[in-house]
């Protein structure tokens, strides 16, 4: 079973971010980078897949600059099996999916696992993108996946509002992990070391013959405005009348 | 001479330290302290896997085959987490000495086993009178006689033909043991010569896994202490922004990134066996105890009297620091030693330290 496994180069979650003076985007000097932590659970769902099913190949994928490397070396010393690192600036989504779809055409995985969303932008919606492309089922925000003894179809078990949806799908398909799905291990010191000798290939974007041009445009970026200092009330009748009169929410 | 550590080596101290992180948070290290032998063989064989058992290994037992130079990032991590288990005793000092002086049978026996996280290792030798951890270790590797090369001995002891004494240590995580055994040509695994030059090795690569762990520990009081002052508020604001606290913090961390490169000099020249070898194992012991000692001092005036409480995890690596400042040769056993290669008319002029002419 092939399983493709995307992986974004992020800031660090516990990185402090600060936006540009101008908006244009975030200050990078000092960050540290690492994969997005969703993606390090699909990776991890696709090693557990790959220790139950003989066979198993798992290839890791990235888009952007040449520094994403070092996460794909993370994933590779993980265990996956080899990497591809297509060069391309930054995409918006419709972009990161085409360039996938493209990659998917050459090497004809039998499961896509995903992130359900990149910590950085937050758009949750290559997944979707990706699948509606290919015209695979999609099985979004994972929190069990359950393979078939023959690994022809897939049983994704689903956070939504209100409780757990259980999808059926026949693969090839689209997975998202959501939080809860796994909890990824850590590299170890001899996958670390044969990680180095792994596989990885780079791909200029353009060699792909994909039109990646942008379709969203990001015009500005600000901080969140901080947060006003809270007020202690003595009694429900205050609280309730300052909700009506000040915050006017009721 | 490479003087950066490789990306491999940094990747590893990265994930040994997010691995640690999450296996040794306060509540798990409380729990242990309150087992019989403090030890879990569940996060043994974590370490197993994470392949920190074999690291010293030679390649031929299933191990990796690397040196104190590989090793010293891990053991700085291992301090920084508190770590409760017999790392250092087995991997920077056991396996390299039961590799130097054990028959092959008996590195065949012991060493697999080690790399698998199926046994543990430690360490005895005449000028520290307690073995740590060795209620748990399956194999005591034991000086026995005197120093001189007609009586100096090297043993190899299972567990079981030792008596163990348990002796009390400022640390909750710490198990010291007086061992009493008898010497015997069964367990004799080196003698004269090669015992003496093994035993001293032994003792200097206990002393940099020492040094590497207090300045671990050093580190995370500075941390603590750090992100004490940036929570803890007074006449209105963090104390951390007085000139008084944030003065101490930064000495404290000056301190700190003196002894590291120290220390890291130190695992090269164990690693490579230089003539330097036990002058830079003192000066990195020296180093890294004097930062702790005084990372411990500062995080504990930063806290003020809560940092005196059982509650707040501060004591956890203040008392660690402490019983590793004396383990493994004090802070003046170790000027003592730099003092008498400086002032020996015949030491060998080398770099960074001359003889007198």
Redesign the interface.
Known sequence: MKILVTVKRVPDPETSIKVKPDGTGIVTDNIKWVVNPFDEIGVEEALRIKEKVAGSEVVLVSIGDKVAQEQL??GL?MGADRAILVLADDLDPLGVARVLAKLVDDEKPDLIIMGKQAIDDDSNAVGQMLAELLGWPQGTFASQIELSDDQKSASVTREVDGGLETLSFPLPGVITADLRLNEPR????????KA?KKELKEIPVADLGVDVTPRVTITKMEPPPSREAGKIVASVEELVNLLHTEAKVI | MELLFTDDQLAFQESVRGFLQKECEPERLRKLWETESGRSPEFWAKLAEMGILGMTAPEEHGGLGMNEVDLVLVLEEIGRAALAAPVAETVAVGVPLLAACGSPALQAEWIPKVVAGEAALSFGHADTPFVHDAHVADLLLLHAGGRTDSDIAVHAVPRGDVTLVHEPGNDPAGRLYRVEWQPSPETRIATGAVAGTALALAFDRAALAAAAQLVGIAQQLVDLAAHYATQREQFGRPIGSFQAIKHMLASVQVRVEFARPVLYRAAWTVAEDTAERMVAVSHAKAAAAEAAILAARTALQVHGAIGYTWEVDLHIWMKRAWALDVAWGTRLWHRARIGRAVLDDSAAPSFGYSARA
């Open positions: 070396r993370t010393a850590y590299a170890s010191l001899p996958g670390i070391m180095r």
